[in-house]
């Protein structure tokens, strides 16, 4: 048995949040990920805390299971150093502007002469075939410009915010895992490379308007934009008599079963709000408006035993302390401890899937900066004095 990508080769020159997330999805099925860095490193091996220089927190969480080297691109002996590694590489991968990939010499026309095979794939803002081509993306930006803090707004809160996590980045992620693995596939079956475009914008755009086209799903519109259930204001974990408790009472067993809960069994059937899904979604203000009422009246113990005994979808909210000791994902291993060579001990978050036809998945320490410099370089074809040569003319940094 092996890994599911052992075997491919990543040349990954992205950095900050959507593309080392990707390619540590890649690293963990398996994959060579070879993480060329500038002579400064990634921008996330700053952000503190840390406990040494240029390894903090959020880079140890989006980069283990490769290996840094560092390359100066605008120097030509680094990007010599570059183009004989595309030679070997199945995967180029990388999230800057392609105008920038293209001062560079590394377009796709220019990379695909060195090996016409390789999957060049971008994941950046916006689609190069529309107005917005040029703009620079983070995910913030993207946050506003797909209406994630507008309807935040619409939903009650005090004013628009971005959800507190970076959310654009890691959907744009997922998306270019996708895109490369289906790449691959594909070259598997004709043998043939081919270029890859992962636009933030759409593919972030296209999830949140999954949900709230509305009305405006139908030409002409049959009613406003947005999801309503989405936009409740009471759409949120409900308050009860002494804490919060998250609860969708979502199918007509659930809400017959409330109900009785409340003893009000007859309401269901005698209230034209409640009385089938259609005519749920089509008060869902109201509804979930009733259901906070009645919640807040008893205790989350009196909740959780009660719901659990009615079949009622519901789980306590937690804190991120609270998820840190949680018992399901402790029996599942999905935290493990490990040493790593400079940062000691860490806590750190295994694959979340599970694979039968896989040996246990590789672990490689979250790399510091230019730690595989020379290792790459060797398996490139540089002697040692070549080496030494490229570091000395600050076209390399070796660790």
Same mark, same amino acid.
């Given at each position: 048995?092996?890994?599911?990508?052992?075997?491919?080769?990543?040349? !990954?020159?992205?950095?900050?949040?959507?593309?080392?997330?990707?390619?540590?999805? /890649?690293? !963990?099925?398996?994959?060579? #990920?070879?993480?060329?860095?500038?002579?400064?490193?990634?921008?996330?091996?700053?952000?503190?805390?840390?406990?040494?220089?240029?390894?903090?927190?959020?880079?140890?969480?989006?980069?283990?299971?490769?290996?840094? *080297?560092?390359?100066?691109?605008?120097?030509?002996?680094?990007?010599?150093?570059?183009?004989?590694?595309?030679?070997?590489?199945?995967?180029?991968?990388?999230?800057?502007?392609?105008?920038?990939?293209?001062? /560079?010499?590394?377009?796709?026309?220019?990379?695909?002469?060195?090996? $016409?095979?390789?999957?060049?794939?971008?994941?950046?803002?916006?689609?190069?075939?529309? $107005?917005?081509?040029?703009?620079?993306?983070?995910?913030?930006?993207?946050?506003?410009?797909?209406?994630? $803090?507008?309807?935040?707004?619409?939903?009650?809160?005090?004013?628009?915010?971005?959800?507190?996590?970076? #959310?654009? !980045?890691? #959907?744009?992620?997922?998306?270019?895992?996708?895109?490369?693995?289906?790449?691959?596939?594909?070259?598997?079956?004709?043998?043939?490379?081919?270029?890859?475009?992962?636009?933030?914008?759409?593919?972030?755009?296209?999830?949140?308007?999954? !949900?709230?086209?509305?009305?405006?799903?139908?030409?002409?519109?049959?009613? $406003?934009?947005?999801?309503?259930? @989405?936009?409740?204001?009471?759409?949120?974990?409900?308050?009860?008599?002494?804490?919060?408790?998250?609860?969708?009472?979502?199918?007509?067993?659930?809400?017959?079963?409330?109900?009785?809960?409340?003893?009000?069994?007859? @309401?269901?059937?005698?209230?034209?709000?409640?009385?089938?899904?259609?005519?749920?979604?089509?008060? *869902?203000?109201?509804?979930?408006?009733?259901?906070?009422?009645?919640?807040?009246?008893?205790?989350?113990?009196?909740?959780?035993?009660?719901?659990?005994?009615?079949?009622?979808?519901?789980?306590?909210?937690?804190?991120?302390?609270?998820?840190?000791?949680?018992?399901?994902?402790?029996?599942?291993?999905?935290?493990?401890?490990?040493?790593?060579?400079?940062?000691?001990?860490?806590?750190? @978050?295994?694959?979340?899937?599970?694979?039968?036809?896989?040996?246990?998945?590789?672990?490689?320490?979250?790399?510091?900066?230019?730690?595989?410099?020379?290792?790459?370089?060797?398996?490139?074809?540089?002697?040692?004095?070549? #080496?030494?040569?490229?570091?000395?003319?600050?076209?390399?940094?070796?660790?």
């Amino acid at each position: 048995m092996t890994q599911p990508l052992d075997g491919v080769r990543v040349l !990954d020159l992205s950095s900050v949040v959507l593309g080392p997330f990707a390619t540590q999805l /890649l690293g !963990d099925l398996g994959a060579d #990920i070879v993480k060329v860095e500038p002579p400064d490193g990634d921008i996330l091996r700053h952000v503190a805390p840390m406990r040494n220089k240029a390894m903090g927190h959020i880079f140890l969480h989006h980069n283990r299971n490769k290996r840094s *080297i560092v390359l100066d691109l605008k120097k030509p002996e680094g990007l010599a150093a570059l183009q004989k590694l595309i030679k070997t590489a199945d995967v180029l991968f990388y999230n800057v502007r392609p105008q920038a990939m293209k001062r /560079l010499k590394l377009s796709y026309e220019e990379v695909a002469a060195i090996n $016409p095979q390789i999957i060049y794939v971008g994941a950046y803002g916006f689609s190069q075939r529309g $107005p917005y081509a040029a703009q620079p993306a983070y995910d913030d930006l993207i946050q506003g410009m797909s209406a994630m $803090p507008a309807l935040f707004h619409e939903a009650g809160a005090s004013s628009p915010r971005y959800a507190p996590l970076a #959310i654009a !980045d890691r #959907i744009t992620g997922l998306a270019a895992v996708n895109a490369i693995t289906t790449a691959l596939f594909a070259r598997s079956r004709t043998g043939k490379g081919q270029s890859v475009e992962v636009p933030m914008f759409e593919t972030v755009t296209q999830m949140v308007l999954a !949900d709230h086209m509305g009305g405006f799903t139908f030409d002409p519109p049959e009613g $406003p934009y947005g999801y309503a259930r @989405m936009l409740a204001p009471n759409r949120a974990p409900y308050k009860t008599s002494d804490g919060y408790m998250c609860v969708l009472i979502y199918n007509d067993k659930h809400w017959r079963s409330f109900f009785k809960l409340i003893g009000q069994e007859a @309401m269901f059937d005698s209230d034209p709000r409640f009385s089938s899904h259609e005519a749920r979604s089509r008060n *869902i203000a109201e509804v979930y408006a009733f259901a906070a009422e009645h919640l807040k009246l008893r205790s989350n113990a009196e909740w959780e035993k009660l719901l659990r005994e009615a079949d009622i979808p519901s789980a306590p909210m937690k804190t991120v302390g609270d998820v840190l000791k949680d018992p399901h994902l402790e029996a599942v291993g999905f935290f493990r401890e490990s040493d790593h060579p400079s940062e000691g001990r860490l806590r750190e @978050m295994t694959l979340a899937s599970h694979w039968s036809g896989a040996d246990e998945m590789p672990h490689r320490h979250a790399p510091r900066l230019g730690e595989h410099s020379a290792e790459i370089l060797r398996e490139a074809g540089y002697g040692e004095v070549d #080496i030494q040569r490229l570091a000395a003319a600050g076209a390399t940094k070796l660790a």
